[in-house]
């Protein structure tokens, strides 16, 4: 019951009901409004889902396209300029163990970038506390999921240049999908 004469207590505010989806699109075409809402309301479960499905799914179609013949011939060459000496047998373990590492290291990828996520948000955190803001942990972990939304789009692009192309070479996957915002 109000006093006579106070105003009437300001409404609530209505719950935001966008999908992690909307929040991602969000913050390529409205980012500030899109990490107010972040801010407001973090979430971390089903954007860190969507990073990890999609890279995976990237991993699984551009691991079988990689050409790591271009990899293993270019180290072959430099390792018989400085040991002209080295075996055949050296030569293949070394191609085998390239090919291997490469395979290993794109499938745990995904583990990787969750160990950086999880930095960046703790130096995301820190960042804001020194500066006199405040905030929880869990805001400055989905902040910085969202953030990755342009890359999470650029491995979506990547891979569908893979599959148009079939395979490729991994020392040119920097500059295999050219773009800019200008």
């Known amino acids: ?105 794109g499938w745990i990828s995904p583990v990787f970038m969750l160990a950086w996520y999880l930095l960046v948000a703790g130096a995301l955190l820190l960042g804001v506390r020194l500066m006199g803001g405040d905030g929880d942990f869990k805001q400055a972990f989905s902040t910085t999921l969202y953030a990755w939304a342009p890359l999470i789009l650029f491995g979506i692009i990547s891979a569908i240049v893979v599959l148009a192309r079939g395979s490729f070479d991994p020392m040119t996957a920097a500059t295999m999908v050219k773009s800019n915002p200008g």
Not at 13 to 24: D, H, I, L, M
Not at 25 to 53: C, D, H, K, W, Y
């Open 1 to 105: 019951m109000t006093e006579v004469g106070s105003p009437p207590a300001a409404p609530e505010p209505p719950a935001e009901s966008t999908n992690v989806f909307q929040r991602y699109a969000g913050v390529l075409f409205a980012p500030a409004e899109t990490f107010q809402s972040i801010a407001r309301r973090p979430n971390v479960l089903m954007p860190l889902i969507v990073v990890l499905v999609i890279s995976l799914l990237s991993t699984a179609i551009v691991i079988p396209r990689m050409d790591f013949e271009s990899i293993t011939s270019e180290q072959t060459q430099k390792m018989r300029k400085q040991n002209p000496n080295m075996s055949e047998a050296d030569i293949e373990r070394m191609e085998r163990i390239t090919t291997a590492s490469a395979k290993v290291f």
